[in-house]
Each structure stands twice: as C-alpha cells, then as structure tokens.
T-cell receptor, first 112, second 106 residues
Framework: DGGITQSPKYLFRKEGQNVTLSCEQN?????MYWYRQDPGQGLRLIYY???????QKGDIAEGYSVSREKKESFPLTVTSAQKNPTAFYLC???????????FGQGTRLTVV | KNEVEQSPQNLTAQEGEFITINCSYS?????LHWLQQHPGGGIVSLFM???GKKKHGRLIATINIQEKHSSLHITASHPRDSAVYIC????????FGTGTRLQVFP
C-alpha cells in the first residue's frame, strides 16, 4: 500500500536536546511539507521541499532544520533553539502543486 | 487576515441535525481538501475537489471557484462525527484553515 508514514506517534524529550521526526512516503511524490499545530490553533508551515536536495523555509522555520537527500524521506529536526517545541507535527506530500495531497498521522512531541 | 478562513470555529449539534462548515480563501488554487482530525491528532482526508460537488456517505462537499468558497455538509449528524474539520487549499503552498471543532451530542 502506498502512503506516508510518520514515526513515532508520540515522542518525549528533555529540554535542550535535539530531536528528529521521521516522514517517509512511497508515493513517488516530489513535494513534501512539515507543519506544526499548537492546541486550538491551525497548522502552520515549517519547511517544504519541491524536489530532492532542495527545500525552502515556511512561515515558522526558526529553530528547525530539514534535509531532503532522498525523494521518499524528509526528516525534521527540532533543535534546542526552538523555544516552544511541544506541539503536534504533521507531514504531507503531493506529486505536484496541482495534485492531491496525502497526510501522515502526525507526531505529538512533548518536551519536558 | 488569514489566506484561508473557516467558520464557525466551534459548532455543537444534536444527533440528527444537518451541519454546514464553511471555508473561504483569498489565494488562487487548483483544488481544496477537506480533512478530519480526531482528538488523537491523526488526519483523515475526506475530499479533494476542484469544482462542483462530491458526496461520500453522509458527507457532501461543494466548491465555488469564482466565489472562492467551499462548504462541507454533514447530513443526519452522529456523535462519531465529533472532530475538528479542516479545509486546506492546493496552491503553490498547501495552506490550512484554522479548523472547525464539531461536537455532536446524543
């Protein structure tokens, strides 16, 4: 089955530690996206990539980093520079800007 | 002003009622998604539409590209429909609305 997989579903980390969230898709999609959602808020764009080895900052990129070394993988690292990392993180992908988007199940990160 | 606006933000209903959630956007798009998010956070894609109307079970989605407006209707609502419903527009970026929290009571 084709799809987009995020792991883990729940993640706990101590303050000051970097943490990497996984997003993998086997849909042969060129474009991949990372979003953040805070309680009671909408999903905000962190980073996106429209092709391998290229990515752009979204609206709230500070404190985050990404890589796109393989078409199927777009990992997000939440660095210690991110002041409020506790949130729900969602990964999405689509073949092009005109085609249907697919969504992961999300990762809920809690930093204590 | 947000590029994608949803209304209402919160909605409560009695089981069996007809529900309408609205989404307006200000950017050019190729299509619009309606998504459902349950309390655990997981996202389920309900519809993607670029014109007209789509129906799946008790859910109906309509879009008017000229007016930049879409609606999601739920007929004969049920407590299991309780969730957050989100519209997302397909443009150069994928932009989400802030969501509508629906609670359906027995």
């Amino acid at each position: 089955d084709g799809g987009i997989t995020q792991s883990p579903k729940y993640l706990f980390r101590k303050e000051g530690q970097n943490v990497t969230l996984s997003c993998e898709q086997n849909l042969n999609h060129d474009a991949m996206y990372w979003y953040r959602q805070d309680p009671g808020q909408g999903l905000r764009l962190i980073y996106y990539s429209q092709i391998v080895n290229d990515f752009q900052k979204g609206d709230i990129a500070e404190g985050y980093s990404v890589s796109r070394e393989k078409k199927e993988s777009f990992p997000l690292t939440v660095t210690s520079a991110q002041k409020n990392p506790t949130a729900f993180y969602l990964c999405a992908s689509r073949r092009t800007v005109d085609t249907e988007a697919f969504f992961g199940q999300g990762t809920r990160l809690t930093v204590v | 002003k947000n590029e994608v606006e949803q209304s209402p933000q919160n909605l409560t209903a009695q089981e069996g009622e007809f529900i309408t959630i609205n989404c307006s956007y200000s950017v050019g798009i190729s299509a619009l998604h309606w998504l459902q998010q349950h309390p655990g956070g997981g996202i389920v894609s309900l519809f993607m539409l670029s014109s007209g109307k789509k129906k799946h079970g008790r859910l109906i989605a309509t879009i008017n590209i000229q007016e930049k407006h879409s609606s999601l209707h739920i007929t004969a609502s049920h407590p299991r429909d309780s969730a957050v419903y989100i519209c997302a527009v397909n443009g150069p970026k994928l932009i989400f609305g802030t969501g509508t929290r629906l609670q359906v009571f027995p």
